[in-house]
């Protein structure tokens, strides 16, 4: 494809954070196949124009560890089995993807060498600049922090240019919309504003640590076809939290 003709992205590499929730499809637990290689095939469209991908998904769908705290669990054992889902999402992530012609890696915080690669920052830029889409599990490695938090920690590792975080709303209200006919979205808004205002973006922590390295975070609905490319392209809609 000539140069001309390429389509132009907004950035070159990027951090797509998702919930383990986002692969339930509509069932009430786990994982639902056909909404993998869904979501699998948007990364695709989005690879195939260029953009380094990284991706980050959390482990909701099959264990949340603050949940099973609370039903008194030990926090830190209740942490680690989190972490472990997020690996088991990465896999079937992986395997879409795959199955799709995208070469990709699945890199784990813990050590579990036959079935993920460590992390290592070296080489896992290096993997992004081969234009294999990284996927990092197992959140940061240690318990008392989320998968947000571990998004943005490699995100910032990586020098991703964005994190972008596909939701079920498209972009960042100031009050449940499902719930409250009269919400209001934003388009942009900053970092600190987010933090006071206690809106459920990612936790605070995350914002914190995309507030003091200005990593920008794009909001937007991942149950919106070719909502992943649009955001890339700068159209859609969205909320972006800034600085």
Do not use: W
């Not at 099973?68 to 472990?84: F, P």
């Amino acid at each position: 494809m000539p140069e001309s003709d390429t389509p132009k992205t907004t950035f070159r590499r990027v951090m797509l954070k998702i919930s383990g929730e986002a692969l339930m499809g509509d069932t009430a637990y786990g994982l639902h196949p056909p909404t993998v290689e869904r979501i699998a095939r948007e990364v695709k469209v989005v690879h195939d124009l260029g953009v380094e991908i990284c991706m980050v998904i959390g482990g909701g769908n099959i264990f949340r560890g603050l949940q099973g705290s609370a039903q008194g669990m030990e926090r830190t054992t209740a942490d680690y089995m989190g972490m472990l889902a997020t690996v088991m999402n990465a896999l079937a992530m992986q395997s879409a993807l795959e199955k799709l012609g995208v070469f990709c890696r699945v890199i784990s915080a813990i050590r579990m060498d036959e079935v993920a690669e460590p992390y290592i920052r070296r080489r896992a830029v290096r993997h992004l600049e081969k234009k294999r889409v990284c996927i990092f599990a197992a959140g940061t490695g240690n318990p008392y922090f989320t998968t947000d938090t571990a998004a943005t920690l490699r995100a910032n590792e990586m020098a991703c240019e964005a994190i972008l975080k596909g939701t079920k709303v498209d972009g960042v209200y100031d009050k449940d919309p499902a719930k409250h006919a009269d919400a209001v979205r934003y388009d942009r808004i900053s970092y600190d504003d987010v933090l006071q205002k206690h809106l459920k973006v990612m936790d605070a922590s995350a914002i914190a640590l995309a507030r003091d390295n200005n990593l920008p975070i794009v909001v937007f609905s991942l149950d919106e076809p070719g909502g992943f490319k649009g955001i890339l392209a700068g159209e859609g809609t969205y909320t972006t939290v800034h600085a």
